[in-house]
């Protein structure tokens, strides 16, 4: 029974199938095309898949894409459903002031992270860090509850809006240094010390909170980036969205 998971970001549309909807699962094909790119899919990287029995998608980039995404679904005979973060799933406690209103793919991706601290055993918090398009960087705490997270503009806005809003900041990628000393470099390096800035502040507060170390996953397109000036133990989970996934359609299944 194979199963078909989308996650649609703000820049990628990724997608995987999987020969049966629950966690550790075989992985059977995946990708990822740029938004501008997805009114193809059907004609050109799913057109030779085997036909998924399931799908579950989780979007975050508005009605009109999954309705583009949808019409290219239409190439099999599926039922289109797509994960609206509530109040409690797949063994999350969503603290959002408004559940409903927590992105789809934090919520799912906090859902994967859930599922790996169970495998390992379970009592420990976890910080979850997605680098995308924007970055976000969430806190579980030891009893699968979400307490909260920071969102900041991932590195692409970051330079983006620097060069609209200046006039003399238009130049290439630079090299992450401690101590930059020329504008390529002063730009990367704060960029990227943004972000991890933002991850190890969200650590010093999840440590305290859950008075122990929590585990640091990370994952999205940009991680690997981030990822070698991290200074706290992480993991990066390239699958953690899919992960997810996986976990919410096996607890549906079961109820
Ligand atoms: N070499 C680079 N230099 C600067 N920014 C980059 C570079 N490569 C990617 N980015 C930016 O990093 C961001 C995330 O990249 P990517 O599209 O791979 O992540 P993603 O996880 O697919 O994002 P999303 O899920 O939000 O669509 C994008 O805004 C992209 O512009
Ligand atoms: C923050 C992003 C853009 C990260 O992909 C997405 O999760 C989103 O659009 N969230 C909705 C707002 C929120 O999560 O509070
Ligand atoms: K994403």
């Given at each position: 029974?194979?199963?078909?998971?989308?996650?649609?970001?703000?820049?990628?549309?990724?997608?995987?199938?999987?020969?049966?909807?629950?966690?550790?699962?075989?992985?059977?094909?995946?990708?990822?095309?740029?938004?501008?790119?997805?009114?193809?899919?059907?004609?050109?990287?799913?057109?030779?898949?085997?036909?998924?029995?399931?799908?579950?998608?989780?979007?975050?980039?508005?009605?009109?894409?999954?309705?583009?995404?949808?019409?290219?679904?239409?190439?099999?005979?599926?039922?289109?459903?797509?994960?609206?973060?509530?109040?409690?799933?797949?063994?999350?406690?969503?603290?959002?002031?408004?559940?409903?209103?927590?992105?789809?793919?934090?919520?799912?991706?906090?859902?994967?992270?859930?599922?790996?601290?169970?495998?390992?055993?379970?009592?420990?918090?976890?910080?979850?860090?997605?680098?995308?398009?924007?970055?976000?960087?969430?806190?579980?705490?030891?009893?699968?509850?979400?307490l909260g997270g920071l969102i900041l503009p991932g590195h692409g806005i970051m330079l983006r809006a620097l060069e609209g809003g200046t006039a003399g900041l238009r130049v290439p990628t630079g090299e992450v240094r401690e101590f930059p000393t020329n504008t390529s470099d002063a730009l990367t390096s704060g960029g990227t010390y943004a972000i991890t800035g933002a991850i190890e502040r969200m650590h010093r507060h999840l440590a305290k909170r859950a008075g122990h170390q929590p585990y640091t996953f990370m994952t999205g397109g940009a991680g690997w980036k981030v990822a070698p000036t991290l200074e706290i133990a992480h993991e990066l989970l390239e699958s953690l969205i899919f992960d997810g996934m996986l976990a919410l359609q096996s607890h549906r299944l079961a109820l």
């Amino acid at each position: 029974m194979s199963f078909l998971a989308i996650d649609i970001g703000n820049t990628r549309l990724k997608w995987a199938v999987y020969a049966s909807p629950q966690p550790g699962a075989v992985l059977l094909a995946h990708g990822a095309v740029f938004l501008e790119n997805i009114d193809q899919l059907a004609e050109a990287e799913w057109k030779d898949l085997t036909p998924p029995h399931s799908m579950l998608g989780c979007n975050v980039a508005g009605d009109a894409v999954r309705r583009r995404v949808e019409e290219q679904l239409e190439l099999w005979d599926l039922e289109p459903r797509w994960v609206v973060s509530s109040a409690h799933a797949g063994g999350v406690t969503n603290g959002y002031d408004y559940p409903g209103r927590l992105g789809a793919d934090r919520f799912v991706a906090l859902i994967g992270a859930r599922s790996h601290v169970l495998q390992r055993g379970g009592d420990r918090a976890a910080l979850v860090v997605m680098v995308g398009t924007a970055v976000t960087v969430d806190a579980l705490d030891a009893g699968g509850h979400f307490l909260g997270g920071l969102i900041l503009p991932g590195h692409g806005i970051m330079l983006r809006a620097l060069e609209g809003g200046t006039a003399g900041l238009r130049v290439p990628t630079g090299e992450v240094r401690e101590f930059p000393t020329n504008t390529s470099d002063a730009l990367t390096s704060g960029g990227t010390y943004a972000i991890t800035g933002a991850i190890e502040r969200m650590h010093r507060h999840l440590a305290k909170r859950a008075g122990h170390q929590p585990y640091t996953f990370m994952t999205g397109g940009a991680g690997w980036k981030v990822a070698p000036t991290l200074e706290i133990a992480h993991e990066l989970l390239e699958s953690l969205i899919f992960d997810g996934m996986l976990a919410l359609q096996s607890h549906r299944l079961a109820l």
